[in-house]
């Protein structure tokens, strides 16, 4: 339903308000303030649910919440077997963290459209977005700590010289090194990228297709709100498995020292 404070600006206007994040500052120092709380907000959830199950947790016959998590853990678990080559205490801790909590963010694309900006229209915000992987600051702050880590392993596990000869040296042997180095290099970039525009731009589609919903008649809301919901189901949780099996394999990459 398009909020009655926007119907005069037309669909355009309705589209613009609904994915205009709530931010402060301006150029590189703008902090968008709405994707920093509901972050943090569903990291809190995610750490306060492990948390639960490890204190219910017991022997004896396992109660809905410790079912959940354990079912959570083995099947990541089996994710790290299967893609991870390394000995890592990080590896499975990590890819969990990044499956539940990219999860969660996807699945606030599942609110309606209007609820959360109504709310932030009464507590005098004039935006708000809901869904982090809508916007590419997150995305991408995500994709560049793997990165991070990536490049971390590379050096502790390959040492630096160990590190350096793979860049200078591969594929083509030392008499190319400049172009061993470009595609490396180029190699190496594209993913944190490709692991933040992948992520980002599904949401954002699903999200603008919501959107493009919430601006049709009342009669017609249920007949495609529905089913393109139950469809979102299966995006969310495939993107958030994407990128935690991607993040195993750079990082089982980064753990092969020969």
């Known amino acids: 339903m398009a909020s009655e404070a926007h119907a005069s600006d037309g669909s355009t206007g309705y589209i613009i308000h609904h994915l205009t994040p709530f931010s402060v500052g301006e150029g ?25 199950a490890a204190e219910k947790a017991t022997t ?42 990219i999860f969660l963010w996807n699945c606030m694309d599942l609110f309606p459209v209007d609820i959360f900006s109504t709310v932030g229209s009464l507590m005098g915000l004039e935006y708000l977005r809901v869904v982090p992987s ?20 590379s050096i502790k596990i390959k040492g630096p010289w160990g590190f350096a000869k793979e860049l200078l040296f591969q594929p083509f042997g030392p008499w190319l090194m400049p172009f061993n180095l470009l595609l490396k290099l180029v190699e190496e970039i594209a993913k944190p990228i490709s692991l933040a525009l992948r992520l980002f731009g599904n949401l954002y589609a699903g999200e603008l297709i919501f959107i493009l919903i919430g601006l049709l008649p009342w ?15 299966l995006i969310i949780t495939l993107q958030a498995f994407i990128f935690m099996v991607l993040t195993i394999v750079y990082l089982s990459m980064a753990h092969e020292d020969h």
């Open 28 to 52: 590189f120092w703008t902090l968008n303030l709405d994707t920093l709380f509901f972050s943090a907000f569903l990291g809190g959830v995610f750490i306060w649910f492990f948390k639960t």
């Open 60 to 101: 004896g016959v396992p109660g809905m919440v410790q079912n959940f998590a354990e079912m959570l853990i083995e099947f990541v678990d089996a994710q790290v077997k299967d893609s991870f080559h390394g000995k890592s205490n990080l590896i499975a801790p990590l890819a969990l963290t990044i499956f539940c909590w």
């Open 134 to 153: 809508t916007d590419l600051n997150a995305t991408f702050a995500m994709s560049i700590s793997v990165f991070c880590l990536i490049i971390f392993y």
């Open 219 to 233: 009669s017609l809301q249920p007949l495609l709100s529905f089913p393109w919901a139950v469809f979102h189901i």
